[in-house]
């Protein structure tokens, strides 16, 4: 007759257990990144990638660059990014480099990276946590994810917070103001192209309490001149995003049309792309250059 | 013995056009028979069908006692050499590889040749003097040069009969001689049947054992030249008048055709003889 | 009295084990050039036993190198016989392998797969596969089965097709405006960073056959060269043989664009280059340009990844570069 022993089962279930806690035991976890896919990663991770210059810009916010070995081409801030290995850019990235430089962890982008290089990498064993910011909200919680990731939760709260204050205080002086000056963003040259709904710039636009003369459903539209003469905006801005066009050339083909309120009050601003396309913590920065340039009457003449 | 070409009420049309009419000849084993006939009057047609590359639409044609329809393109291919109207083939093969082209039929698809195939090859190209042309580029050889590597190329292929188009039409005095006395060479010593359509009646009346004279698609004489090459045949075929007298060389017709200048007040009717 | 043995097999040999070591070298030096170095014994040492005291480099010789320089070697045998082929049937020495409409299909099934959010491999491969298919069908369609040995009417319906599809690919571009721009332009150029041994076993699984195929038909293309009629005296069916090898070469080169854009200029080159230096018998030309234009392929990619300081250039770039000078030079030294 078996002898019914308690010691047998707990024996049974603590090993079953155990395998749920193997990977702690390994110093590794299990994450879900925000497209959802799981994968495991390292606790701590030390060897870390960055495949976008927004994550560069972020690991360095949160004080981990300390983690990085290796960037992306383009990473230019903060200015020491500029010293690190680079990969490749961000669409074209170099895998080679990349497993040479044996990361334990990669960041990447949805929108930029392509999904097909992000399964190479992980069919070589390389796990690549994706994020997905598109919106001030999301880049917040990005930040507090990766401070997660990089065992730096208390520089991402301190960081959100802040952002989070700078972000409502902008909003609440716009609540007391009832004027919506109508704006037009130009981020293309030629042709000209303008930000529609789901983008960043929109976003900054409507919280700096302005309107998006572009708003609709597609991301980049294109504008004739006439068309924009047509829709006279109050104010035009414009981006350094086109390299080497000088922002007095462009401004000085709009100052052309005299029937644009726009140009009949001068108010046609030039400002740092980087600032307002890059799901980064300078998105702060921009959106206060924006409430500058949109209601100086609220928040001082912008510079 | 078997014809080597027969020719049983044979019919063709290009849409609504007829070209060839109710055709019956036969081509005698051996023999060196040439086509005659004007611009139009079907001689290609009727060769194309001949070589197999044109399916007769009415009647039968015969090689070698059987029914060409009977035949594979590589049977047929064994047994007769074709050389098509051409201008030039200039390209950068060299004599020796075309001529070694010849061999295919008997070959297998990849067409490797062993040292038998290139004796031949080698016999092929004396036989037609172009030996010592044998490693130049097609595309360096003068009109009357590639005629004969073509001729060397059929002859490779080992067939029974050879069918030409027009092989002389382009060629200066000494190569229209020295083609015809090639043929002539493979009818007498290696018993081929020689079929050749040519422009020139008076090469045909030398060198023909018979001819066909065609017009409109029909036949207007099959004989020996003798009996075909009569001045009112003649001139109903080619639509002008000629003077049928005898070559200098004896023994052969000769066939003149009369400037206006000549022609006296009722044409057609001969001048008085020189 | 003996058969004797082939003699053209004789010359085969002499000209594919000299070609076959020259790829293989150059399959080696892509094993060993990339962006983080030149490792020549590393690749030997692992090649030998084992590189077990660096995994990490193991890893990029095998997983990152080796796929790429295969896929190159492929690439250019695919392109370079094609190019060939189409030389032959068409009788056209300006014939390249997307000519007859191969590349327009191919670029607007792509771009179609990219707009449509699909991921490189399958998804892009099999709608840029499935476009240039249908760009042959209509074709054959247009200019009919009896003309495709009237080889003017094909190769004027191919260039139509080309120039149609090419409208409709510049529209497409310019109506995109978002990052898939980029994806877009990458595959036209020519892109084979993406190479994994998945991929190129299917692709190698899917040409070599066809490879063989045409091998076999050599020596009906070198009778081809006489024209319709005298061919056909000589017992070949023309007319099959040309649409066999029309579809077979189709095929081959729609596979090889749909794994890795539009690299160009192989496919003209390679066949002309061997032309000048071997003659025309295609059963030669048929293994010169298969391991020729593959071994020139791969060190074309090997210049692609290592002359800019930053990235890589487009394949079809360099094998442009590099190749028209050297065509030039060829074409001048056996002037006579």
Redo the contacts between chains.
Sequence with gaps: MRKYSPAGHIFLLSLCLSWLLWPALLGARQVVDQLGRRMQIADHPERVIALAPSITEIIFSLHQEHRLVGVT?FSDYPPAARKLP?V??Y??L????I??L?PDLCIGIR??N????V??LE???IPVYAVNPTDLERVMETVDEIGSLLDSQEQAQRLTAAMHARVQAVKARIAASRSRPRVFFQIGISPI?SAGTHTFINELIQLSGGVNIAAGP?????YTEEEVIRLKPDIIIITSMARGVRFESVKARWLRWKSIPAVRNGRIHLVDSNLVDRPSPRLVDGLEAMARIIHPELFGNPP | MKPAVEVRKLAYRYGRSPVLQDLSFAIGSGAFFIILGPNGSGKTTLM?IL???LRPQRGNVFILGKNIRGY???????R?????Q?TR?D????VR??VL??R??H?G????????D?RLAENAMRYTNVLPLADRRMDQLSGGEQQRVLIARAIC?QPQIVLLDEPTAALDLAHQVAVMDLMERLKQEKNITVVMISHDVNLAAMYADRLLLLKDGGILGIGPPCEVLHHQRLEKAYGCPVLVTESPLGGYLRITPVPRRFRKQAPGAPPADP | ?????????RRMLLLSIPLLVVLLAAVYLGMSI???GVDLRAVARSLAGGLSDDP??G??IW???FPRALLAALIGATLSLGGLVFQAILRNPLAEPYILGISGGAAIGAISGILLGL???PGVSLTSFAGSMATLLVLMLIAGTRSMVQNNRLLLSGVMVNAFCGAVIMFLISIT???RL??II?WMMGDL??A?MHQVTILGITVLPCFLFIF?????M??L???Q??A??????VRIIVSLLLVVTSLMVSATVSHCGLVGFVGLVIPHLF?LLL???H?LLVPACLLGGGAYMVLCDILARTLPS???MPAGVVTALIGAPLFIYLLKRTER
Excluded: W
């Excluded at chain 2, 007769?80 to 098509?84: D, I």
């Excluded at chain 3, 056909?232 to 069916?237: P, R």
């Design positions: 081409l680079k490749g850019s669409v074209q170099d895998i080679e480099k497993v040479s044996k929108d930029g392509p999904i097909a290089l399964r190479r069919s070589l064993g192209v597609v991301n980049y539209p294109r | 194309k070589a197999g590359h594979s393109r590589r049977q047929l291919a064994c007769m050499a074709y050389l098509p051409l083939l390209f950068p093969m060299s590889d075309l082209m010849g295919s039929p070959l698809m990849l067409g490797l040749e062993t040292e038998e290139h292929q | 009295m003996s058969l004797g043995r082939p003699v053209i097999v990339g962006s983080t990490t480099l890893t990029i997983q990152i190198r991921s490189r491999f405006q978002d990052s980029h994806n990458f960073s993406l994994d076999y038909l050599a020596h009906a070198n009778v060269l006489l024209g009629e005298m056909q005296s000589m017992g070949f069916d032309r003659g025309a018998d059963r930053h990235g890589e």
